[in-house]
């Protein structure tokens, strides 16, 4: 079956645009996960859903990130305001659901750059 | 409150020869630990993953880790490297000390492993 993806593949934005970046999730996975991945850093955990809902948000690094889930499945991430620090790659992934014991599936990636 | 250190930021190996990639935790519970693959311009790879059963895991690729509770460690091995297994690896700490919606994975900075032929 088809796996996690994300769109766009690639985003080039200027500083103070904002930009929407797109998660579908494999069918069937209630639990979805956003990381961010910077150059020669680790994977930083921003958020996770379960169904529609976020229980914790603290991993967001500023209000200017968002992020929603309808329909328990495709989520969106938004950046308002974007900084030259918010360039990185964001990463989606899936998994059944909300548990340590569960794979996740990640997607591909969207490299975003703010000149 | 957890983390994890994983020890060399880069590692290099022949082809042919054993694969240690270190990784130390940090956890106030009972942790599942997890050790994920990156290849060039491919997206994230489970490997195996430790939930408190048996402490000698064997995942994908003929690679292991064992879980070894009084070191907190869950090093990464592997008895003979290949050109394949170039990638950059994580480790990777679930702790299951606050349920609901507190539990987090705390990830690796990453090791780069290259395979020299």
């Known amino acids: 079956g088809a796996g996690v993806s994300q769109s766009p593949s690639n985003k080039v934005t200027e500083k103070g645009k904002d930009v929407e970046l797109r998660c579908d999730p494999i069918s069937g996975h209630t639990a979805l996960y956003w990381y961010r991945q910077s150059l020669g850093q680790g994977l930083e955990f921003l958020i996770y859903f379960q169904g529609n809902s976020a229980p914790d948000k603290s991993g967001l690094p500023s209000d200017r990130f968002s992020a929603e889930r309808t329909g328990g499945s495709v989520s969106t991430l938004t950046i308002q305001r974007t900084q030259q620090e918010d360039s990185a790659v964001y990463l989606c992934a899936s998994s059944l659901s909300y548990s340590s014991y569960n794979e996740q599936f990640f997607g591909p990636g969207t490299r975003l750059t703010v000149l | 409150a957890q983390s994890v250190t994983q020890l060399d930021s880069h590692v290099s190996v022949s082809e042919g020869t054993p694969v240690l990639l270190r990784c130390n935790y940090s956890s106030s519970y009972s942790p599942s630990l997890f050790w994920y693959v990156q290849h060039p311009n491919k997206g994230l790879q489970l490997l195996l993953k430790y939930t408190s059963a048996a402490t000698l895991v064997k995942g994908i690729n003929g690679f292991e880790a064992e879980f070894k509770k009084s070191e907190t460690s869950f090093h990464l091995t592997k008895p003979s490297a290949h050109m394949s297994d170039a990638a950059e690896y994580f480790c990777?700490?679930?702790?299951?000390?606050?349920?609901?919606?507190?539990?987090?994975?705390?990830w690796g900075l990453g090791t780069s492993l290259a395979v020299n032929p």
């Open positions: 990777v700490v679930s702790d299951l000390g606050n349920a609901g919606n507190n539990r987090k994975l705390i």
